[in-house]
């Protein structure tokens, strides 16, 4: 059995409880949160988890195998360094931090200790992405040129536009909690180094919100590819989401569209996207794999390494209104 501890008693972090509960073998044995009473609700998820405010206690118990950071950015590097030293296999809620040197740290722990770290990128879980990696893997474009993303969700966060999630302080803004998303797909269909972006935002909901809904981000990779990302949280019903991804390569060209989706019509969404559905659970069943030593992390610390670099880089070319060279020298 695979004893589960996750870290964190938000939205998210029940989430990952209720995916683990799906996955044999798996066993979640701790929820560990600020707050106890939210706590102890995600951990009724599942028979048999413990609810809790102390860290060490879960990270103490050799039932543990792997942990689950989540909760907030900036906590995501203590609370990754604490699992480490523990000896546990850790699965990092994106973004795993807010500054490349805190993701260095935990890189260099990890590979001291010997275990496996991975950051959560449930998109490259989707049965639509997986299709379409498996297909540019197997040579159907050739070597990759141009990925263009159009991506159009409804508002997700429980606080509104004034959402931790949201504020460069606490999250390191929008593109680096959320733009981590397309900038790791883009960097592993690319198969390249991201150089340069450039961003623009726009508030489509009202003038005047704390932070744009609607982005276009432009990146160049050091072989001369480019990825083109729309990316919007305007959509105004919580839930929608609308994507187009097109990769074209030297030989030929990949696409998909959620419109080509059986269950998107004319009435209201009411379950995922077939293309998206049950991304955290495939994810789930890889964590498994990867902390009893299976299968090797499909998201790799190097690829998570620079889209970090590459969000946080967007996110000073929106600041600055200007491109930004992505920084992946240590």
């Known amino acids: 059995m695979i004893g589960v501890a996750v870290l964190g008693s938000g939205a998210i972090a029940a989430d990952h409880v209720a995916a683990l509960a799906r996955v044999g073998g798996v066993e979640v044995t ?29 990270l103490a118990d050799p039932a543990v195998t792997g942990v689950i950071v989540c909760g907030r950015t900036g906590d995501h590097p203590a609370r990754t360094l604490a699992a480490i030293a523990a000896g546990k296999h850790v699965v990092i809620e994106k973004p795993p931090a807010r500054r490349l040197a805190d993701f260095d740290d935990v890189v260099a722990a990890a590979r001291t200790a010997g275990v496996r770290v991975m950051v959560g990128q449930t998109t490259r879980f989707q049965p639509a992405v997986r299709t379409l990696a498996a297909a540019a893997a197997a040579g159907e474009v050739g070597t990759p040129r141009l990925l263009h993303l159009a991506w159009y969700v409804g508002h997700v966060w429980p ?16 593109l680096v909690h959320n733009g981590m998303h397309p900038l790791d797909l883009a960097i592993a269909l690319l198969g390249d180094r991201p150089e340069r972006v450039f961003t623009r935002g726009w508030c489509t909901h009202a003038p005047g919100m704390p932070t744009p809904d609607s982005f276009h981000v432009t990146v160049r990779f050091a072989g001369g590819a480019v990825a083109l990302a729309e990316l919007s949280y305007g959509l105004r019903r919580p839930g929608d989401m609308l994507r187009r991804m097109t990769l074209a390569g030297e030989t030929g060209t990949l696409a998909h569209h959620t419109a080509a989706d059986a269950t998107l019509g004319g009435t209201p969404v009411t379950v995922p996207p077939a293309s998206i559905a049950d ?18 992390p499909l998201i790799t610390l190097e690829q998570s390494r620079a889209a970090l670099a590459t969000a946080l880089a967007a996110q000073r070319s929106l600041e600055a209104g200007a491109p930004m060279e992505v920084t992946l020298d240590a």
Do not use: E, K, M
């Open 30 to 58: 701790h929820v560990v949160g600020t707050d106890l009473a939210r706590a102890r609700r995600i951990a009724a998820l599942t028979p048999g988890c413990r609810a809790g405010t102390d860290l060490g206690d879960a």
């Open 159 to 174: 606080g509104g536009w004034n959402s931790w999630q949201l504020d460069p302080a606490a999250s390191g803004g929008h």
């Open 279 to 296: 991304a955290l659970y495939h994810q789930a069943v890889h964590t498994a794999d990867v902390f009893a030593g299976r299968a090797v």
